[in-house]
């Protein structure tokens, strides 16, 4: 469902399926990414919570967490998220990318910023994009603003 793109079949199932089993994280992120988007911005971040609620070890709801407040221009919980994922996933694209556009977002384009993309680059082909049009870190880009389905 999600992968074709049915975000509201994918809602409905995954919070069937929370009934069903309400300790299972991949759900609660599923639901979250369901509900965001279909712009439900405050359940797919209580969703997200969930996901950290029922195992706070998982840097991919941190990820996902933080791209949802990012969206909605929170940008100081959103790097705590993205900063706590990186603590449990030193490698996580989704996190590094999200700490790279709260960066430029924040700062301009910095070189921390641009190492933050090098590492989601990998596992985010938006991430090469971006590069490609900025590859130095002392190059002025734009301010960018990522959707969760970029991210994945």
């Known amino acids: 469902m999600l992968k074709q793109r049915d975000y509201q079949a994918a809602a409905e199932f995954f919070t069937k399926a929370n009934k069903l089993d309400d300790d299972y994280w991949d759900a609660q992120n599923y639901l979250g990414y369901a509900y965001y988007s279909l712009g439900l911005q405050q359940k797919a971040e209580e969703a997200f919570q969930r996901a950290i609620d029922i195992d706070p070890e998982n840097a991919v709801a941190y990820a996902n967490l933080g791209i949802a407040l990012l969206k909605k221009g ?13 603590r449990l996933f030193p490698s996580l694209p989704q996190a590094n990318a999200l700490l790279g556009i709260i960066e430029i977002n924040q700062h301009q384009w910095t ?39 970029t991210l994945r």
Do not use: N
């Open 74 to 86: 929170d940008y100081a919980l959103a790097e705590k998220c993205g900063d706590r994922a990186l």
């Open 111 to 149: 070189a921390r910023a641009h190492k933050f993309l090098e590492e989601a680059a990998p596992g985010i082909p938006a991430m090469s994009d971006i590069l490609r049009r900025w590859p130095t870190a002392d190059q002025k880009g734009p301010k960018i603003m990522i959707m969760v389905s």
